[in-house]
């Protein structure tokens, strides 16, 4: 009887040691949030920028511009061939650049480098794009020879043209706003600093301390 009695003080003697091992150990079992383990390598994907106006009319402006270097691409024969060529370089060019920023974007990549003016780099980018897009459709309509693949790469290079013009306006008002938003913001904060140096020069009890 005694033997079981020592046994059982034993066990609770062990248990309540356990019990005080674990709450005191440094190695606690973490629950981590079932967010942070979603995507490759805490990359995930922002379907609120993809379903939005700028989200979209990336999208738009990366599959455009695929379509027109395709187009462009199929031309076996061409006489002269610098409009051609032109196009050629102006369609690839606004692919790559918009299908990294796209992908920046819609990562939120971009938020990692934040040394970069994302924002200001995307109206670059829409600006030169539109301007291209506008040159070389029209060069390559005045110089081609009314193939299909022609005629099909000017189409598409304009519709690109005005995707891109719509994304650069509405990228410049963006850009305005938020300059504006910047601006008030800084001069709040400086009014503010002054009305409570002013209230501290008022204030004597402060002054007292002070000296």
């Keep these: 009887m005694r033997n079981g009695e020592e046994l059982e003080g034993f066990d609770g003697e062990a248990s309540s ?3 005080i091992s674990g ?4 190695y606690q079992p973490t629950t981590e949030p079932v967010s942070q383990r979603r995507g490759l390598g805490g990359l995930r994907c922002d379907l609120d920028y993809l379903r939005g106006a700028f989200g979209r009319m990336k999208l738009a402006e990366v ?12 031309i076996m024969e061409c006489s002269p061939c610098e409009g051609l060529y032109f196009f050629e370089f102006v369609s690839c ?30 109206l670059v980018n829409t600006g030169l794009s539109t301007f291209f897009f506008f040159i070389a459709s029209v060069v390559l309509a005045a110089l081609n020879h009314k193939t299909g693949a022609e005629i099909a790469a000017v189409i598409f290079g304009f519709l690109a043209m ?10 410049i008002k963006k850009w305005r706003m938020n300059s504006r938003q910047q601006n008030s913001r800084q001069t709040s904060d400086y009014i503010r600093a002054r009305t409570e140096s002013r209230e501290v020069d008022h204030r004597p009890e402060i002054q007292r301390l002070d000296a």
């Design 17 to 19: 040691t356990s019990m």
């Design 162 to 171: 005005a995707v891109y013009a719509v994304n650069t306006y509405l990228a």
């Design 23 to 26: 709450a005191s150990s440094p």
């Design 93 to 122: 060019s606004a692919l790559v650049v918009t299908g990294v920023l796209l992908l920046m974007f819609s990562l939120n990549l971009h938020i990692r480098i934040p040394q970069i003016n994302w924002n200001l780099t995307d």
């Design 63 to 74: 599959v455009l511009a695929l379509v027109a270097f395709i187009c462009i691409e199929t």
